[in-house]
C-alpha cells in the first residue's frame, strides 16, 4: 500500500495530504477514497482545496476531503478562508463516525458516473449540481467581510478570481438556475449595497441638511416643566448646575422637574454651523468612496439554494449508471 494511505472505519481507505499540499500537487485520485489534510498552513490548504474544487476531473472534485480537527487552531486566524466550506468538513482525527453513510454515498455515487469525454468538460453549474448532489447538502452562504457584499458561497466563487468578477458571476449563475427551474430559493436575508461597485461595506452617517456636512455636534434638548422652556442642554448649564436661563430655577431631577424630550444636530463646519434637529443620513462606500443617499443603495436578498427534482432527472441523471 502507499505510505500515506490508511485503512479506516468500515474498509474505507484513506490518504494524508501533508506532502500533496506542501507540493501543491493532487494526488492520484484511484489511491484511495478519501482525502485528509493534515497540514497547519490555512493558505496552502486553501490553495489546495481551490485547485480540487477547479480540477476538471469529477473523481478529483468530487471526492470526499476532511480537515482534522487537530488543525482547526492554526486555521482560526484566517476564518475568512473558510477551509471548512471548501471540503467536507472536519473530522475528529482518523475518524469518520457518522460520516460513513454520507461517504459511502459519494464513493458509489463517483464509481457510478458515466467516464465520458463530456464530464471532462462540464459547466460550473453541472458540476456545483453533482457536488451538493452527491453530499445532499443545500447550497448555503457564509458571511465574510472578504467578500464584496458580506455574502460569499465559497465553493462556488473558488471557481472564480477577483472579488467583483466572482460575486457577479455566482449571482448571475444561481439566478439563472433558479430560472431554469434547477433550484429552488429559500430567502435568508436582504443586503443593502453601494450602487456604484455593489460593495457592502458601508459607512452610515448622519448629515448637515443644509450644507452635508457630517460633523455634527449633538445636544440634548431640555424642557423645563415649570415654566415650560425648550432649549439645548448647554444653554442650562451654569458650572456644575443646570439653571433654567427663563426662569432662573435650578433643574434638579429628570423625569421630576425636567425632561429630555429629543436632540438637536449643530453643524461643526465653520461657515455653515446650521442648527436642526432632523438630520439626513448619507453613506459613504468604504470600497469605491462614492457618497450616496440610502434611497439610492442597491438592494439585494439573500438565499439558500436546493437542487430540485428537474436538476437530478436533467443535469444529474443521465451521467450516471443504475
Ligand atoms: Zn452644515
Ligand atoms: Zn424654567
Ligand atoms: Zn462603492
Known amino acids: 500500500m502507499y505510505k500515506n494511505t490508511l485503512t479506516l472505519e468500515n474498509g474505507i481507505t484513506a490518504l494524508l495530504l501533508h506532502e500533496n499540499i506542501t507540493k501543491n500537487e493532487i494526488p492520484d485520485h484511484t489511491l484511495s477514497d478519501v482525502w485528509i489534510v493534515n497540514h497547519e498552513n490555512p493558505w496552502m490548504v486553501k490553495q489546495f482545496l481551490q485547485n480540487i474544487i477547479k480540477h476538471p476531473d469529477p473523481h478529483v472534485y468530487l471526492k470526499p476531503v476532511f480537515l482534522q480537527k487537530n488543525f482547526k487552531k492554526a486555521y482560526r486566524e484566517k476564518k475568512n478562508y473558510n477551509l471548512k466550506h471548501l471540503c467536507d468538513g472536519y473530522i475528529d482525527h482518523l475518524k469518520l463516525e457518522d460520516r460513513i453513510a454520507s461517504v459511502e454515498f459519494i464513493i458509489h455515487f463517483i464509481k457510478n458516473l458515466q467516464n465520458t469525454e463530456e464530464m471532462y468538460s462540464s459547466t460550473v453549474l453541472q458540476k456545483i449540481l453533482w457536488y451538493y448532489y452527491s453530499r445532499n447538502k443545500k447550497i448555503e452562504f457564509r458571511e465574510s467581510s472578504d467578500s464584496l457584499n458580506g455574502y460569499t ?82 444653554l442650562f448649564q451654569k458650572d456644575e448646575r443646570m439653571i433654567c436661563p427663563k426662569c432662573n430655577t435650578e433643574l434638579k431631577n429628570l423625569g421630576v422637574d425636567y425632561d429630555k424630550p429629543s436632540k438637536i444636530f449643530c453643524c461643526r463646519k465653520q461657515d455653515c454651523r446650521n442648527e436642526f434637529q432632523q438630520p439626513l443620513i448619507g453613506v459613504r462606500c468604504i470600497n469605491c468612496k462614492t457618497e450616496q443617499a440610502p434611497s439610492t443603495l442597491k438592494v439585494e436578498k439573500i438565499y439558500q439554494y436546493e437542487i430540485t427534482s428537474q436538476a437530478i432527472d436533467d443535469i444529474i441523471k443521465p451521467h450516471t449508471i443504475g
Not at 465553493?155 to 439566478?175: D, F, P, Q, W
Not at 429559500?186 to 456604484?196: F, G, I, P, R, V
Open 153 to 234: 458561497y465559497p465553493r462556488i466563487e473558488a471557481y472564480y478570481s477577483g472579488r467583483k468578477e466572482s460575486y457577479l458571476a455566482v449571482k448571475e449563475m444561481l439566478t439563472q438556475a433558479y430560472k431554469s427551474g434547477f433550484l429552488t430559493r429559500n430567502y435568508a436575508d436582504t443586503s443593502h449595497l453601494c450602487h456604484k461597485c455593489s460593495s457592502g461595506f458601508l459607512n452610515y452617517r448622519e448629515e448637515c441638511p443644509k450644507c452635508a456636512g457630517h460633523n455634527l455636534q449633538a445636544r440634548s434638548l431640555i424642557h423645563h416643566f415649570r415654566c415650560a422652556y425648550v432649549a439645548s442642554e448647554d
